[in-house]
C-alpha cells in the first residue's frame, strides 16, 4: 500500500485483526467485530501504530494476483476499520498518510487491481471514465493527447506514479493511453480537487496515483496473452510476463514485469475532408478548404508501446521501482484534423492518391530509490524517495496538411516536432510525527529540476516556392547572396541549398540549418531549466473522538515564478456510526507550461501562439463538501453499501490562454460540481454501482463554458455467475451533450473550380454533440486450472458510439470540426500464473 | 474517550461537532471568491472590403439591441506588411505581429482605437484585433482574413451592426455617419436575397451580411459577413 508513498503513517482504527488475504479477512474481521466494542469512540480511537509496509505475512494465493490487501505489514498487527479491509476503501493520496476514503480529507474513489480486471479496463483512460466527475478518454489536436479531464478542465491533474510525478512539464499534462500497462497496476487514487498543500505542482483539479505492483501482488510467474479487433484499436495484440519472489527469509522482494501492447489504429471518419486551414493567431486568420465528404482512415501501421516495470525492497527499508516505457504511434489524422490523404498533381495532368502518417513517440521512463523508516518508539516516520523522470516528444510531423491541387500545397507540407528529451530530477523527504493532545503532524521538503536542451523542429515544407521569399540578402553563400534562394530554369523555385543559412523570421531573422531536399532544422524551445523547491506541513488534530481537523500549508519556490504559498483545512467528522461528514477547502497551482513560456518566438516556420516568459502559475481554490456513509450491512443479501455525495465549488484564477495569438494570464472560472456514487456489494460477490456529476463551468471570458458535459452519469453491475469460477460484468458510462465551436463547410463557397470549398471565419457554427453511451460488457472465467487460469472476453462501446469530442479550448480556426473517435471493439485475454 | 453512559459523551461530542461544524461553514463559505461571468459574445467578420482609414480618423462598431445602439468597439484599418515579400521603402509600415513570413500576407490590419492610440502598437496582442481578407501568397494560397471580437456586452437580442465613420477628436458618444450596415438575426442571415439557394439554419449564431449604407441596389452588394456567438450554455441534458 505505501509502495507509492512517502511515509509511513499511523493507522486510525479499531480493531486489532491478524493479517489475512482477500476476502476471507472480510469473515475474520467481521467476526471480530461483533467482540469489540463499537460505534463512534472504537472507531476513532487508535491502538497501535503501522511498523512496516506492504508485504504480507500470508503470500498471495496464486492466480489471484492483487487479493492479497496492499499495505498488510509483516510484524506486529494491522489495524484497520473492518471495511477497509476491502482495498478499495484505504487511500494514500489524500493525506500522504494511510487512511480510509471515508475519512480522508479529500474526494477519493480507489481503483484496485481486482476491478481493473473485473471490468476489463485496457487503459488508465478508460478507469477514469467511471470515476463520477471524470471524463477519461478525451481527445485533443485529434487525438494527440488522449487525457483524462476532471470537472471539466483539462490538463489540471497531477499524475503520479509511485508518488513521482510524471506529468510532462512542456503541456502539463499526460496522455494515459497504454504506456502504463494495466496488469501493472497495484491500485489508483483518484483524487477530485485541488492537492496542492501535500502534492505540490499541477494538483489543479485533480490527482491521479498510480501504484505499481510489487512482490506482495505476486509469487510466481504471469503470463499474459490477448488480442482483440475493432473499430478503436484494430488487430490489437497484448502480451505480458511478470515475476515476482522473495530471497533472504523476506530481506529481498522482487517484482519486475514486462508488458507489450500493439494494434493498427482506430477507424476514424470525418464529416468533411479538411485539404488546409486556418493557423493559429497571430497568424492572420484565412479561409479553410475543404472537400465535402465523409472520409476514414485506413489501417495504421501498427502502434506499439513496451513497458518494463519494477520493484525490488530491501530489508523493508529500501526501495528500488522503476517504469521504462517506449513506443512507437501512428496517426492519419493530423493535429489540425486533415486526414492525409491527398491527390498530388502529376506531371501528365492526372492525379495520385497519396496517403501519409504521423509517427509518434512520446515515451516516459522513470526510477525511484526510496528508504522509510520509524523511530522514537515509532512515532516519528521518516521517508525519502530520490527519483528521475525522462519524457519523450517526437512527432514527425506534427502539423500537416495533406498533397492537394492548391498552388504550393502540391506536396502538402509537414512540420516536425522534436522536443527531445524532457528530464526531472528529484529528492522528497517526508516525516510524520506524534505530539501531543492527539496531534499528528506531517511535514517535508522536497526539490527538483527539470531541463531540456536541443529542443528542435524539422520541418519539411515540401513547398519551395517559398523559400525565395525567406532569404536574407548578404547571405555568405554566393548563390543567395542577392536575397533569394536559386531559381530553376523554368522560372520556378528549388529548395535552398543544404548549409546554414540567414532567413527572415517574424521578428527579424534567424539562421537555420538546410539538408536537401527544403527539409531544414532550427531551435523550436529555447534549452531550459526549473530549479523547483517546496516545504509544507499539515498537522491532523483529533479535536474530538469523532472529530478531526487537518489545517496545511505550503510554500513553494522556483526560479522561474514567484513563490507559492497554499493552505488547506479539512473537517472530518464521525456523525455516528459509519457515516461521515467532510468540509474540505483545499488549493491548487499550475505552473505555466513550457510550451507557453519557451518556445523560441523566431523559429522558422513556428505556427503556434506567441509564448510568454513571464506568465504567473495559475491557481484554484475549493472549498468542498461530502458526506458518505456506508449502510446495510450484513442486512439480507447486502454485505454493504458505500454512499457517497459531494459538492465542489472551485475558483480558477490566472489561467494561461490565447489572448490575441500570444499566451497570457487572464481571467478567471468558477466551477461548481455535484457528484454522487452509490455502490452496493451484495453476498456472493455480485455488485452494483451508478455514479453521476453535474457540473457547471463559467468563465470571466469565455462564459459558460460549454464544450466539456454538464451531466455524465457511470454504473455497471457484476454478477457471479458461477461462484468463483464465471463473472458477467456490465458497465456504462453516459456523457452528456456538449457544444463545439466550429466552422460549417455547408457553409462555403466554391473555390479553385469548384474543386474545393471555402469557408470563412465568419462561417462559425455551434455545434451540438449529442449524448454518447459508452457500454461495455464482458464475461470472466477465473481460477481455471488449479487457480492458475483466467480468461475473459470484454466487448467495448457495444452500441458503436461514433460521437466525436469538442476540442479543448472551443475554438474554430485551428480543430475547425468534431474530433472523431473510434466505435466497438472486443478483446479477449488469458492470464496464467505459475 | 469513555464514558459509563455512551449517550452523554456522544450528545457532548455532537456538540462540539456542530459548532465547529458551523464555524467551518461560515469560515469556508467566505472564502470561495465569485467569479464575474462573462454574458457576453464573440463576433468574427470577415471584410470583404474595407477602406484603410486616412489620419485622423477611425471606424466604431455598434451593435442594437433592444432599439439601442451600444458601441462594440472602435477600430482603425491600416496597410502593413507582415511578410518579406514586398521590401520596406514602399511606405507601408512593417507589422511584424508575429506572422511568420511563410505563411502571411500584406494586411490590411484592424487595430484596436483608443484616445491614446498609438499606430506603432499595432502587434500588441490586446491591438490588433485582425485583418480584412485578401488573397494571400507562401502557404496560403486561399483568402486570408478576419477579424475576431470578444466582447462583454450580451448581444443575444441583438438585430443588427453598423459601423460609423468618427474623427479621433470626437467626443460625442453617439454614433456619427454610418458607412456599413448589417441586419443580424438568429440562424439565418436576413439578406437572403446574397445567397443563390437557402441556408439551414445554423445552430447557436446569430448571422448577417454588412452592405454600404447608401447602396441603392435592391440587392446591396456584401461588403463583409458577420457571426455573432452570444455565450451561451443550450445543453445541459
Given at each position: 500500500m505505501l509502495a507509492s508513498g512517502r511515509m509511513l503513517a499511523h493507522v486510525r482504527a479499531s480493531?486489532?485483526?491478524?493479517?489475512?488475504?482477500?476476502?476471507?479477512?472480510?469473515?475474520?474481521?467481521?467476526?471480530?467485530?461483533?467482540a469489540t466494542p463499537s460505534g463512534a469512540d472504537a472507531q476513532m480511537t487508535e491502538i497501535a501504530p503501522l511498523v512496516e509496509e506492504t508485504t504480507p505475512t500470508v503470500p498471495p494465493t496464486p492466480g489471484a494476483p492483487g487479493n492479497a490487501p496492499p499495505g498488510a505489514p509483516t510484524g506486529g498487527p494491522v489495524i484497520l476499520e473492518e471495511f477497509e479491509v476491502d482495498e478499495r476503501n484505504v487511500v494514500l493520496s489524500a493525506a500522504r498518510t494511510r487512511t480510509s476514503i471515508q475519512e480522508a480529507p479529500g474526494i477519493i474513489t480507489v481503483i484496485t487491481a481486482e476491478e481493473i480486471a473485473e471490468r476489463g479496463h485496457r487503459m488508465i483512460s478508460e478507469v477514469l471514465q467511471m470515476v463520477p466527475g471524470w471524463e477519461g478518454h478525451r481527445l485533443d489536436s485529434n487525438g494527440w493527447f488522449d487525457e483524462a479531464v476532471v470537472r471539466g478542465q483539462p490538463r489540471t491533474l497531477l499524475i503520479l506514479i509511485n508518488g513521482v510525478n510524471v506529468t510532462e512539464p512542456l503541456r502539463n499534462g499526460l496522455s494515459l493511453d497504454h504506456r502504463i500497462p494495466v496488469e501493472a497496476i497495484k491500485r489508483i487514487e483518484v483524487t477530485s480537487g485541488p492537492g496542492g498543500v501535500l502534492w505540490g505542482s499541477n494538483a489543479l483539479m485533480g490527482i491521479v496515483n498510480v501504484i505499481l505492483k510489487d512482490a506482495a501482488d505476486l509469487d510466481g510467474v504471469q503470463v499474459t496473452a490477448g488480442g482483440g479487433?475493432?473499430?478503436?484499436?484494430?488487430?490489437?495484440?497484448?502480451?505480458?510476463?511478470?515475476y515476482g519472489d522473495r530471497f533472504l527469509d523476506g530481506d529481498v522482494e522482487l517484482f519486475t514485469s514486462l508488458s507489450y501492447y500493439s494494434d493498427a489504429g482506430d477507424e476514424l471518419t470525418v464529416d468533411s475532408r479538411k485539404i488546409v486551414g486556418a493557423l493559429p493567431a497571430p497568424e492572420p486568420d484565412s479561409t479553410s478548404a475543404f472537400v465535402l465528404e465523409r472520409d476514414t482512415t485506413d489501417w495504421n501501421s501498427r502502434d506499439w508501446w513496451l513497458a518494463s516495470?519494477?520493484?525490488?525492497?530491501?530489508?523493508?527499508?529500501?526501495?528500488l521501482d522503476w517504469l521504462m516505457e517506449f513506443e512507437r504511434d501512428h496517426r492519419q489524422l493530423a493535429t489540425g484534423g486533415a486526414i492525409l490523404r491527398g491527390e498530388k498533381p502529376q506531371d501528365d495532368g492526372s492525379t495520385k492518391t497519396v496517403t501519409e502518417e504521423t509517427i509518434g513517440n512520446d515515451a516516459l521512463q522513470t526510477v525511484g530509490l526510496s528508504w522509510r523508516r520509524r523511530f522514537l518508539d515509532d512515532s516519528l516516520g521518516l521517508s525519502t524517495k530520490a527519483y528521475g523522470v525522462r519524457f519523450t516528444l517526437d512527432e514527425d510531423p506534427f502539423w500537416a496538411f495533406p498533397p492537394s491541387a492548391l498552388p504550393t500545397l502540391d506536396e502538402g507540407v509537414v512540420i516536425a516536432l522534436s522536443a527531445g528529451r524532457i528530464y526531472r530530477f528529484g529528492l522528497n523527504v517526508d516525516a510524520d510525527l506524534e505530539l501531543p493532545f492527539e496531534n499528528h503532524l506531517l511535514f517535508g521538503v522536497e526539490g527538483f529540476r527539470e531541463s531540456f536542451s536541443n529542443t528542435t523542429r524539422r520541418d519539411r515544407l515540401r513547398t519551395p516556392r517559398i523559400f525565395p521569399d525567406l532569404a536574407v540578402a548578404g547571405d555568405?553563400?554566393?548563390?543567395?547572396?542577392?536575397?533569394?534562394?536559386?531559381?530553376?530554369?523554368?522560372?520556378?523555385?528549388?529548395?535552398p541549398p543544404p548549409g546554414a543559412h540567414r532567413v527572415l523570421v517574424r521578428d527579424g531573422e534567424t539562421t537555420?540549418?538546410?539538408?536537401?531536399?527544403?527539409?531544414?532544422?532550427?531551435?523550436?524551445?529555447?534549452?531550459?531549466?526549473?530549479?523547483?523547491?517546496?516545504?509544507?506541513?499539515?498537522?491532523?488534530?483529533?479535536?474530538?473522538?469523532?472529530?478531526?481537523?487537518?489545517?496545511?500549508?505550503?510554500?513553494?519556490?522556483?526560479?522561474?515564478?514567484?513563490?507559492?504559498?497554499?493552505?488547506?483545512?479539512?473537517?472530518?467528522?464521525?456523525?455516528?456510526?459509519?457515516?461521515?461528514?467532510?468540509?474540505?477547502?483545499?488549493?491548487?497551482?499550475?505552473?505555466?507550461?513550457?510550451q507557453a513560456t519557451r518556445v523560441n518566438n523566431r523559429a522558422v516556420s513556428n505556427v503556434g501562439y506567441l509564448s510568454n516568459p513571464d506568465l504567473r502559475v495559475e491557481r484554484s481554490r475549493s472549498t468542498e463538501a461530502e458526506i458518505n456513509a456506508v449502510v446495510a450491512e450484513g442486512y439480507g443479501v447486502l454485505e454493504r453499501i458505500y454512499l457517497r455525495g459531494d459538492y465542489a465549488y472551485t475558483v480558477l484564477s490566472d489561467l494561461v490562454r490565447n489572448v490575441s495569438g500570444q499566451f497570457a494570464n487572464s481571467g478567471q472560472r468558477g466551477i461548481h460540481a455535484v457528484e454522487a456514487l452509490a455502490r452496493l456489494d451484495f453476498f456472493g460477490g455480485h455488485e452494483l454501482w451508478l455514479g453521476g456529476a453535474f457540473n457547471r463551468a463559467e468563465d470571466s471570458v469565455l462564459g459558460p463554458i460549454r464544450n466539456f458535459p454538464n451531466v455524465t452519469f457511470t454504473g455497471g453491475g457484476k454478477v457471479q455467475i458461477l461462484p468463483k469460477y464465471l463473472e458477467?460484468?456490465?458497465?456504462?458510462?453516459?456523457?452528456?451533450?456538449?457544444?463545439?465551436?466550429?466552422?460549417?463547410?455547408?457553409a462555403g463557397y466554391a473555390v479553385f473550380g469548384g474543386r474545393y470549398t471555402g469557408v470563412d471565419s465568419a462561417e462559425v457554427v455551434v455545434d451540438e454533440i449529442g449524448a454518447s453511451i459508452l457500454l461495455r460488457a464482458g464475461l470472466r472465467a477465473t481460477h481455471l486450472w488449479n487457480d492458475r487460469l483466467t480468461l475473459s472476453v470484454f466487448g467495448y462501446n457495444l452500441l458503436d458510439d461514433r460521437n466525436g469530442d469538442p476540442d479543448f479550448y472551443f475554438e474554430d480556426r485551428v480543430q475547425s470540426r468534431p474530433q472523431p473517435k473510434g466505435g466497438f471493439s472486443v478483446f479477449g485475454q488469458g492470464m496464467v500464473t505459475f | 474517550m469513555r464514558s459509563r453512559s455512551p449517550y452523554p459523551v456522544l450528545v457532548r461530542h455532537t456538540r462540539h461537532a456542530r459548532h465547529a461544524l458551523a464555524a467551518a461553514t461560515v469560515a469556508l463559505s467566505t472564502l470561495s471568491a465569485c467569479v464575474e461571468i462573462n454574458r457576453g459574445a464573440i463576433v468574427q467578420i470577415n471584410f470583404q472590403a474595407l477602406d484603410s482609414n486616412v489620419?485622423?480618423?477611425?471606424?466604431?462598431?455598434?451593435a442594437t439591441v433592444n432599439g439601442g445602439a451600444v458601441s462594440l468597439l472602435r477600430f482603425k484599418a491600416q496597410d502593413a506588411i507582415d511578410n518579406t515579400a514586398f521590401p520596406p521603402g514602399d511606405g507601408r509600415p512593417r507589422a511584424h505581429c508575429g506572422g511568420n513570413p511563410l505563411t502571411t500576407p500584406?494586411?490590411?490590419?484592424?487595430?484596436?482605437?483608443?484616445?491614446?492610440?498609438?499606430?506603432?502598437?499595432?502587434?500588441?496582442?490586446?491591438?490588433?484585433?485582425?485583418?480584412?481578407?485578401?488573397?494571400?501568397?507562401?502557404?496560403?494560397?486561399?483568402?486570408?482574413?478576419?477579424?475576431?471580437?470578444?466582447?462583454?456586452?450580451?448581444?443575444?437580442?441583438?438585430?443588427?451592426?453598423?459601423?460609423?465613420?468618427?474623427?479621433?477628436?470626437?467626443?460625442?458618444?453617439?454614433?456619427?455617419?454610418?458607412?456599413?450596415?448589417?441586419?443580424?438575426?438568429?440562424?439565418?442571415?436576413?439578406?437572403?436575397?446574397?445567397?443563390?439557394?437557402?441556408?439551414?439554419?445554423?445552430?447557436?449564431?446569430?448571422?448577417?451580411?454588412?452592405?454600404?449604407?447608401?447602396?441603392?441596389?435592391?440587392?446591396?452588394?456584401?461588403?463583409?459577413?458577420?457571426?455573432?456567438?452570444?455565450?451561451?450554455?443550450?445543453?445541459?441534458?
Open positions: 480493531l486489532p485483526l491478524p493479517t489475512v488475504p482477500g476476502r476471507l479477512a472480510v469473515a475474520a474481521m467481521t467476526a471480530i467485530a461483533t479487433h475493432g473499430a478503436s484499436a484494430r488487430a490489437a495484440a497484448q502480451g505480458a510476463v511478470a516495470t519494477g520493484n525490488v525492497k530491501l530489508y523493508q527499508e529500501v526501495t555568405a553563400d554566393p548563390s543567395v547572396a542577392a536575397g533569394v534562394f536559386p531559381r530553376s530554369v523554368d522560372g520556378g523555385t528549388q529548395c537555420a540549418d538546410f539538408e536537401a531536399g527544403c527539409v531544414f532544422t532550427d531551435t523550436l524551445l529555447h534549452d531550459t531549466t526549473r530549479a523547483v523547491g517546496a516545504v509544507y506541513l499539515s498537522d491532523e488534530w483529533k479535536a474530538a473522538s469523532t472529530l478531526a481537523l487537518q489545517p496545511g500549508f505550503r510554500m513553494q519556490f522556483s526560479d522561474s515564478y514567484d513563490p507559492v504559498g497554499l493552505f488547506s483545512g479539512a473537517l472530518v467528522w464521525n456523525v455516528f456510526a459509519k457515516l461521515f461528514v467532510k468540509l474540505n477547502y483545499a488549493e491548487g497551482f499550475r505552473p505555466p507550461e513550457f458477467a460484468m456490465t458497465g456504462f458510462t453516459w456523457i452528456g451533450p456538449q457544444e463545439d465551436l466550429n466552422r460549417d463547410p455547408e | 489620419a485622423g480618423e477611425h471606424y466604431e462598431l455598434f500584406n494586411v490590411q490590419l484592424i487595430q484596436r482605437w483608443e484616445p491614446d492610440f498609438d499606430a506603432q502598437r499595432r502587434c500588441a496582442p490586446d491591438q490588433r484585433i485582425g485583418t480584412v481578407d485578401k488573397f494571400a501568397d507562401g502557404l496560403r494560397p486561399i483568402l486570408a482574413g478576419g477579424v475576431r471580437l470578444d466582447t462583454p456586452i450580451d448581444l443575444s437580442e441583438a438585430d443588427g451592426l453598423f459601423i460609423t465613420l468618427e474623427p479621433d477628436t470626437e467626443l460625442d458618444p453617439r454614433p456619427g455617419m454610418s458607412v456599413l450596415r448589417a441586419a443580424v438575426a438568429c440562424g439565418v442571415d436576413p439578406l437572403t436575397c446574397a445567397y443563390p439557394e437557402p441556408r439551414p439554419p445554423r445552430r447557436g449564431v446569430l448571422l448577417g451580411t454588412f452592405v454600404n449604407v447608401d447602396d441603392p441596389n435592391d440587392c446591396p452588394f456584401a461588403k463583409g459577413r458577420v457571426a455573432i456567438v452570444p455565450a451561451e450554455d443550450e445543453t445541459v441534458l
